[in-house]
């Protein structure tokens, strides 16, 4: 075809798209069943994973609940059984590979194969570069990202052959921003971020549009994750609100959710602003939280 052509029915589609995201902003969208699906969260013996756990527990979903926490994964299967759900809650240590694959194999014999995917477990060390240890850069990067392969390389492969299934990941707004004493965790938010566009792309190449992806982006939320942390633009969120918002992005089909959902205009600045505005942007937003630092000039 002509290049001109092509360009002008690029542009065309840009519009289109567009307008029809203003139209879709007045009408609600449509929300697709998840009843008696299995939906596997990683880290969900607190905090947000717990959250979500409820939501999909009131979806009336089975759930299969991971975490390194059995008292809290325990706690967390019961609560969802009080609320109507059937729930197996598993030990596992998504820094290990091996368990991952091991407990996979286990679900898929004794429960059945994962439509929903959850990757949610995450760690954090909040310290300048030089003093976090190897270990903990380590562990930030096993848990925070590499499990995400391990997971879905165990779990994808019958979604694809159904051609229906979801894979969430939980990243952060410290996928798309930076801050300081977080280099690690950003490193792996980043990573998270990226393997989410990636792969979604991917499944679109192999035409597999059965299986949809959602990455999950929020600024802090009230879990002890990170603590004393505050923001003047962006208050810490409650972890109901988070993954009420998470489920409704799922039941869409929405590829990248950000809570609050001003935090989208804010990553869009962090790009388009000159360096000095992004950091005044910072200043204005007071963005807080604990932080040792053990680095001292000698
Ligand atoms: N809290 C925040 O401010 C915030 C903001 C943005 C994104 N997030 C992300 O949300 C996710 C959940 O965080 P949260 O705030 O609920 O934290 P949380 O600490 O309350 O919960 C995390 C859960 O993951 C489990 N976990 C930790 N390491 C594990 C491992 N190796 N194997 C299995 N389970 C493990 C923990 O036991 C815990 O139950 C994380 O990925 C985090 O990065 C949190
Ligand atoms: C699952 O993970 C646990 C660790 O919590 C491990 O002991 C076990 O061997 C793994 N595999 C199976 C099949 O349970
Ligand atoms: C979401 O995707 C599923 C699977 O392709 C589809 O059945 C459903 O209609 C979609 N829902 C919305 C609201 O787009």
Redesign the pocket.
Known sequence: MHLLLEILLFLFMVLYSFLEALVKLFIPAKKKSIRGEIVLI??????????IAYEFARQQCRLVL????KH??EETAEECRKLGATAHAFV?????KEQIYSNASKVKQEIGDVDILV??????ATTDLLSTKDDEIQ?TF???IL?HYWTTKAFLPTMMKNNHGHIVT?????GHLVAPFIVA?CS??FA?VGFHRSLTDELSALKKDGVKTSC???????????TG?SARLMP??E?EE?AKRVMKGILTNETMIFVPTFLKITAMLDRFLPTRGVKALWRLNGLKFDVVVGYKDK
């Open positions: 990683t880290g969900s013996g607190h905090g947000l994973g717990r959250a991971w975490d390194i926490n809290g994964v596992v240590d998504c820094s290990k990757n949610n477990a995450g760690v954090i562990k096993d848990v925070n499990a939980v990243a952060s707004a410290a965790y792996t938010k998270a999950v982006c929020p600024m802090f939320i009230n879990t002890n994750f990170v942390s810490p969120l972890p988070v």
